[in-house]
């Protein structure tokens, strides 16, 4: 049983692994971006948190959040530039990104100030 | 300097006498004279200026004092130094004049004709109101000084008119025809040399033109100011001013004297102005500053010698009435100077106490005549007359026999007066009941006019009570200003508590079962002390009563200690313990290694990224390559470049606002090319799609 359950984890892998080089180049490209903000994130919480502090309380909120903001704005840019998306096919794709890079300008603006 | 120092108290005790609607002016007196010698200084021997020396020696001459010997050799000097040489300024030779006419320096055969001369030019060329003042006023005074000189003024009724066109429609004067400004102060110099163009004019002027003049007197003693004691003043219109109502009104009242002088006539103000005037002078007391000495004197001197409206002044020497000691009430009229005032009867037509101030205690009551030491007196009072604050109302009646000048008085003056007498404490007992039902304990009489030695006893639940007197002179209720109890302690810890009066009974009743705590739970041996005092109670008393043993419950644990008493009694004055502040110390920051070693981690997810990009074979292709797109797009990077650039300088340096303020142009300049980037990017997706 327990090789099958492996063996099933394996298949399930490869599975998703095929799925996803299927997938547009820039889709991969937006979640290569989010693994990497989320990654950045981690980072700042566990190891620095756990090992220092969380002093001063401003500045790691304004790091923990803007990495945290800009994924979710990457996830959002994602789903509406998805093709396979019916609510948001008639949005262009250059809307999307115009949007994205707006709400991340006005992200920084407010991470900026709150750093301190 | 101590003189200083004593003049400027006296000023202050003077001002603060004047306040309220009735006060006493005391004219120029020996006070005044001795202040002189100190205020106008020389230094080494000569003054300053000529100006200076000039004011000194006017005020010096005009109070009488003679120190003409100590300080002419120098000043002569001077003033014949100013008058023989041909370039001085007009100004130096109207001061050097008028030094000489106090001095009188031997000046030799030819130097009064050069002066003359340089005058009569200068009264030819003169366009500023200031060298008029000084040409035709040093002319006045060189016809004055030199008699054999021969000095004619040229066309005089141009030289008025001329002076007369700087003045303006509400009296005042401009200082030239350029500066728009007028001044007050100005008027009066206008008019001291309007008045010396009319004495040196060889004919009569045409009237309308000094009626003209008249009228600008009228008009500028409207803009006559008044302060509530009755006096009145003139002064600038701009704040900034570089003349005072000091200086101000006595350039006024120098030129209307000059001109009224002239003219042969009177001074064309209302007879109480002109003593308000007077007043205002006197009121200020004696001055520190020498400028200002010499305007005030100056000033009394004009208004005492021109013919048609000397002021008297009416004042007393003491504003206490004793009943105890029955003195007449003494009043002096005078000049404003100090000197004899002609035959007059002085009344009191009203005596206003402040408790009732519609009826009067004497009407019309003419005071009697010393002619010894030249005062009024009043020495009877009418039955009535108790102690308390009165304002007494004089009317000076000028007798109807003719008199070489003509004297003006006020119409009525108002003084404060203040009636004093003895007391009468009767009926003074100290008790010690018992709280319940109010019955005496122990009760003594006691006789406030001697010290004590009154020994009591009371426990906390009994109170005591002290109860007295008061009356006047005439038998009325009396209610003190001062009526105070004082309870002391063995360890000098003391409490003091207010007698209450009502009517003529005064009465305090001290409840120790309250009064427990406040006392600090202190039994012991109390020393008793009454004190009853008032402004008009001649026989106000500090007595010490005896002693009280009070037996109070002992101190629960809550109870306020009774506060340290240092035997030093005025140490409570002394300063205070030093407060140092604590600010908060600011919290540890980690270490600095340790910062930048966890910058380099951070940096570490970035270069995957970049690692992860190019593996996934990320490039630029649909990068446009026409010109027009292809600079829109990269305006379009740069732009979002440069709004991260501005939010780095934002964290490192700059504020918010100014942030916000190149954000926002940037924002519009990013919006535009982006939107030109995008929607060429999207068009050409289109046309790709369709193709």
């Known amino acids: ?111 900026i100030n709150f750093l301190g | 300097m101590m003189a200083g120092g004593n003049v400027r108290f006296l000023v202050l005790i003077l001002a603060v006498a004047i306040c309220g609607a009735a006060s006493v002016f005391q004219p120029i007196s020996d006070s005044h004279r001795s202040a002189a010698l100190d205020v106008f200084v020389p230094v080494d021997g000569s003054y300053k200026s000529l100006e200076e020396a000039y004011e000194a020696l006017k005020t010096l001459e005009i109070l009488g004092i003679d120190k003409k010997s100590d300080l002419s050799s120098k000043t002569c000097e001077n003033v014949v130094k100013v008058l023989q040489s041909s370039s001085s300024t007009l100004k130096d030779a109207f001061y050097a004049l008028n030094v000489n006419g106090i001095l009188k320096c031997k000046i030799g055969e030819a130097g009064p004709k050069d002066i003359v001369s340089q005058l009569q030019a200068g009264v030819k060329d003169a366009k500023l109101l200031l060298d008029f003042y000084y040409s035709v006023r040093g002319l006045v005074l060189a016809k004055e000084q030199f008699p054999g000189t021969h000095i004619s003024l040229g066309d005089a009724e141009a030289i008025f008119r001329s002076i007369k066109s700087l003045s303006q429609s509400d009296g005042r004067w401009r200082y030239s025809s350029n500066n728009p400004e007028s001044s007050t102060f100005a008027a009066g110099l206008a008019y001291e040399t309007l008045a010396g163009v009319i004495s040196l004019a060889p004919s009569e002027f045409d009237p309308s033109l000094i009626q003209s003049v008249k009228t600008g007197i009228l008009k500028l003693s409207d803009s006559i100011q008044k302060y509530d004691d009755g006096t009145f003043y003139f002064d600038e219109k701009s704040v900034d001013a570089s003349q005072g109502p000091i200086s101000t009104t006595a350039s006024v009242i120098r030129g209307l004297t000059s001109f009224a002088a002239s003219e042969s006539t009177g001074l064309n103000l209302p007879g109480d102005k002109i003593v308000g005037l007077a007043k205002f002078f006197l009121g200020v007391g004696i001055p520190g500053d020498a400028k200002d000495f010499f305007n005030q004197i100056d000033a009394l001197a004009c208004l005492e010698d021109n013919k048609f409206s000397v002021p008297l002044i009416l004042s007393l020497p003491s504003t206490v009435i004793s009943l105890t000691k029955k003195e007449p009430l003494k009043v002096k009229v005078s000049t404003v100077l100090g000197s004899k005032a ?79 007498g003895a007391i009468s404490i009767e009926n003074a007992e100290i008790a010690v009941l018992d709280s319940d039902i109010g019955s005496v304990e122990s009760q003594k009489k006691l006789d406030l006019t001697k010290d004590g030695a009154v020994s009591l006893s009371a426990n906390h639940l009994q109170k005591l009570r002290l109860s007295f007197q008061l009356t006047t002179p005439l038998g009325n209720a009396f209610k003190p200003h001062q009526a105070f109890f004082k309870l002391k302690h063995e360890s000098q810890v003391e409490h003091i508590f207010l007698v209450k009066t009502s009517g003529k009974k005064s009465e305090l009743v001290l409840d120790f079962l309250g009064l427990v705590e406040k006392l600090y739970y202190l039994s012991g041996k109390y020393e008793i002390q009454l004190t009853i005092g008032d402004a008009s109670m001649e026989n106000s008393l500090l007595s010490n009563i005896g002693h009280i043993e009070l037996d109070l419950p002992e101190r629960p644990e809550k109870a306020t200690r009774p506060p340290l008493q240092s035997t030093e009694p005025y140490s409570r004055y002394g300063p205070k313990a030093e407060i140092s502040h604590i600010f908060r110390i600011p919290e540890k920051l980690p270490a600095k290694q340790l910062s930048l070693v966890f910058l380099g981690v951070i940096v570490l997810p970035f270069i995957g990224f970049l690692i992860g990009l190019t593996r996934l074979g990320v490039n630029i292709k649909s990068f446009p390559s026409s010109t027009g797109s292809a600079i829109s797009a990269l305006l379009f990077h740069c732009g979002i470049g440069a709004v991260l650039l501005l939010y780095v300088l934002f964290w490192l340096k700059l504020d918010l606002f100014t942030t916000l303020k190149a954000l926002s142009l940037l924002g519009v300049f990013l919006l535009f090319v982006g939107h030109r980037t995008l929607s060429q990017l999207a068009s050409a997706s289109n046309k790709l799609k369709s193709a």
Do not use: W
């Open chain 1, 1 to 111: 049983m327990v090789k099958s359950t492996s063996k099933d984890a394996q298949d399930l892998f490869h599975s998703l692994h095929s799925a996803y080089t299927a997938t547009p180049t820039n889709l991969k490209i937006i979640d290569l971006y989010v693994c990497f903000a989320v990654f950045t994130a981690l980072i700042q919480q566990v190891a620095y948190m756990a090992l220092v502090g969380s002093f001063p309380f401003n500045s790691f909120l304004s790091g923990v959040l803007s990495c945290i903001g800009t994924a979710v704005l990457a996830v959002c840019l994602r789903i509406q530039v998805n093709k396979e998306n019916k609510e948001f096919k008639d949005l262009a794709p250059e809307r999307a990104f115009a949007d994205f890079v707006l709400c991340n300008l006005v992200l920084h603006l407010v991470i």
């Open chain 2, 342 to 420: 002609p035959a007059l009867s002085v009344k009191l037509t009203q005596a206003l106490s402040s408790k009732s101030v519609d009826s009067s205690v004497i009407n019309n009551q003419e005071l009697k005549f010393d002619a010894d030491s030249a005062t009024y007196f009043l020495d009877s009072f009418p039955k009535n007359f108790d102690i308390g604050k009165y304002t007494f109302v004089f009317k000076i009646v000028l007798d109807e026999s003719a008199h070489e000048k003509v004297y003006i008085t006020e119409a009525q003056t108002k003084v404060p007066i203040a009636a004093t």
